[in-house]
């Protein structure tokens, strides 16, 4: 089973199916997730203004294409979630949305990262830059400060940057980050991080890499570095 029905929702944790009450979340929006709603709702009526051609065509697409279920298996998308999918990170990324199908060309995963968080610097470098980074965008989510006895908390990362053309050059990202999640300090020391590639021309996304850090205080001046 998947999905949810009559206020249950079936769900899966460790290789484990089971079912639990169904969550309908709470009426308080944040801006962040007032936009994405708005890209959706426009691409939602967008998608109804399409001809029949235009739909054939991303319906055709879509059988090559795949998706995930709630519990983690690999689904069938259709061309409407398809045409949704594809345009919201074109819109993203500043683009205009596209009524007919691009040609997808695939996207590499970013390299691993080097995260430095001490004191007043914060800094996210990826260690190996794309051969070809023209229309990339590089997405950073980061969640925010976690206690040490904290393992592992990815899902609670969300976007704090998007990088045009990224490079291997050291990004500072402390600004975005205390912007979104609050300075990082003793009490919550870990931060984890989710980060991909977004092609701006045709809303492919890459695989999501994972990644974590913890703050520390500056060196107090002239003490051991």
């Given at each position: ?15 484990r ?12 929006r ?56 594809l ?125 974590e ?12 570095p």
């Amino acid at each position: 089973m998947s999905g949810s029905a009559k206020g249950v929702t079936a769900a899966k944790m460790k290789s484990r199916k089971y079912i639990r009450n169904r969550g309908y979340g709470g009426s308080v929006r944040t801006a962040d997730q007032a936009k994405v709603k708005g890209v959706f709702k426009r691409l939602t009526t967008m998608w109804k203004t399409l001809t029949s051609a235009q739909i054939l065509a991303w319906n055709k697409l879509a059988l090559s294409q795949e998706g995930r279920s709630v519990l983690g298996s690999k689904a069938k998308i259709s061309g409407s979630n398809l045409f949704t999918r594809l345009n919201y990170w074109i819109v993203a990324c500043g683009g205009q949305p596209v009524v007919n199908p691009p040609e997808l060309a695939g996207i590499e995963n970013p390299s691993s990262a080097t995260i430095v968080c001490q004191g007043e610097t914060f800094t996210f470098k990826l260690d190996q830059a794309l051969a070809d980074n023209g229309g990339i965008y590089l997405v950073i989510e980061a969640s925010e400060g976690q206690s040490n006895g904290v393992s592992r908390a990815h899902s609670k990362a969300s976007a704090i940057k998007m990088v045009e053309e990224p490079d291997a050059t050291a990004i500072d990202i402390r600004a975005d980050y205390v912007a979104k999640n609050g300075a990082p300090n003793e009490a919550a020391p870990k931060i984890f991080f989710r980060y991909y590639f977004v092609n701006s021309s045709t809303g492919e996304k890459s695989g999501t890499m994972l990644a974590e850090t913890k703050w520390a205080a500056a060196a107090a001046a002239g003490g051991e570095p």
